[in-house]
Every structure is written in structure tokens, then in C-alpha cells.
């Protein structure tokens, strides 16, 4: 038996930092959806962990997969293995929290294959295997706080559409400079994202004035080029890009598949990996068959 599991991209609709903590952690307010933009996963049986990465390099140590198996396998005590083959689509420290999707589709699917009740282990893992984990364990809306700890599920938006400027970062350690130029001027109280959460559960569409990451104005100045493409894409269609997570990804919202579809066309002049995605409310459901998985 085989697994094939889809691990989906996110966007931050809005991101805000309320502080810095004792712990030194800092404490977020974030309403985040996740989109039809997937890394997708296959898993067999094997005798020991194996992973394979298609059209991506991660050096071992931020193996999230990896990692996210062995530490699934000693929390279960077993001594089962898998052989784990991921063709990357989201690229590698994008802000589309690529590698934390594929932990938790890791997590999950390893469950199935290895046919074991692992919930309680998994909703321990997740958090320990890093903060935006937790919520893609659940893929859709909610709202995210503390330190991407504490997440509240919100009603998905419906008939939604993102067109995204995926785009890696090239940048080490960017997370941590990001939070690094924070002025504690930029901290906010979580109105927004709290606003938004709101709006979401009154079944509104984000409106785009609602939309923001007080991250945008440092990843403006820290990435090479940035600026001047979310400049340029503003003036050549008319319509503001965002800032999804510590970036330097880029996304727009739109209201339907033909507004996307004709938001994509305008920007590819500047952005040719630009992609129209769907917002989607629910992991891709999984059927298992005797000679392997069929993705629903």
C-alpha cells in the first residue's frame, strides 16, 4: 500500500507582532488561508526512513520531513519505516510555509500507511516540529496567535481565488532578521486580524483594505528587487500585491476563476511564475486502494 498525500501552500491575509515575549518568542495575531498550490507527497512502506525531494534542495537539518517521521515513529515506539518522495511545488522559504505543510502531510500520512492511531501524537508533534505546523493540520482559514500555537479555525472563504508571485527567498535566516528590525513602534494589538476573523465568520470576502503584514515594509528594503516588482506589478494592473508570512512571496485575492485568470495574465510580464490558485477550506481527501492512492 502507498500514500499520496497533497500538502497546500498559505497566505497571511493579515499578519501582525503584539510583542516580544519573556521567552524571547514574539507574540503574532494572523488570519492565514491556504491555497491550491501543493507540494505533493507519496509514501511507502520501507524498512527504514527515506526521503526524496523533487525539484527542491533542503540541506538535512531543516529536513522537515524527515524529521517529522522520526520524531512520529520513537513518539509511537515503532520500528516501522517509509520511503517518502515529495515533488516540491512551493518553493523553499517562500512565506508559503512549504516545509512546515509538508510535516504535517508527513505526519498524517504515516498515520494512514502505517495504519496506527496517532492523533494525540500528532497534535504534540506538530508544534514541536515548528509554529506554523499546528495549522496545517487543519488546512483553511483560521486565526493564528501566540506563537502560531493557538489556532482558531474560521469559515473557509467561499468561491475565493488568489492569483500568487511564489518567489524563494535566497536569504539566510531571513525569519530572524525580519523579527530583528522590528521597532516596538510596529507592534500592533490584533484589531485586524481579530476584525478580519470577524468578517470571515460573517461570510464577507476579505476587502483589500482589510489585508496587511507589518512585515512588508522590512522585506521591501531586505530583499533584492522586491520593491520595485511589487511597484511594477501595481501599476501594470491596477491592483495591490501582498506580503504573505516573512516573504518575499507575493499574493492578490480576487473575487472568481475568470478575475484571477485575467489578474495572472497581466502580471506575468513581470512575475512569469505567477500562478491563479483556488482558496481552499480542506485538506485533499485521501483514498487508499490495494496497489496505491488515488488524490480526491
Known sequence: MSVRILAPAKIN??????????????????????????DE????????????????????????IRRAALALRQALGLSLGARIACVKRIPVA?????GSSDAAATLRGLARLWNVEAEAAISRLAPQLGSDVP????????????????ITPLPAVQRGWAVLVPLAAGLARKTER?????????????????ALATALRQGSFPPDEALGNV??????????GLAALQDGLRV??????????AGPSLFALCTSEAEAAALACAARALAPSVCPVRLVGAAARVEVAEHGTILA
Not at 507527497?41 to 522537515?64: H, I, K, M, N, S
Request: aromatic content about 6%; hydrophobic content about 45%; overall charge negative.
Open 13 to 38: 491575509l493579515v499578519l501582525e507582532v503584539l510583542g516580544r515575549r519573556a521567552d524571547g518568542f514574539h507574540e503574532l495575531a494572523s488570519v492565514v488561508h491556504t491555497v491550491g498550490l501543493c
Open 215 to 224: 512585515f512588508e515594509p522590512l522585506a521591501r528594503a531586505l530583499y533584492p
Open 178 to 194: 525580519l523579527f530583528a528590525q522590528l521597532d516596538p513602534a510596529q507592534y500592533s494589538t490584533g484589531a485586524r486580524a481579530q
Open 41 to 64: 507527497l507519496e509514501l511507502e512502506p520501507a524498512d527504514d526512513v527515506q526521503v526524496r525531494l523533487v525539484g527542491a534542495e533542503v540541506a538535512p537539518e531543516q529536513d522537515l
Open 94 to 98: 517562500s512565506g508559503l510555509g512549504g
Open 135 to 150: 495549522l496545517f493540520l487543519c488546512p483553511g482559514a483560521a486565526l493564528v496567535q501566540g506563537h502560531g500555537d493557538r
Open 236 to 245: 501594470r494592473t491596477g491592483v495591490r500585491f501582498h506580503l504573505s508570512g
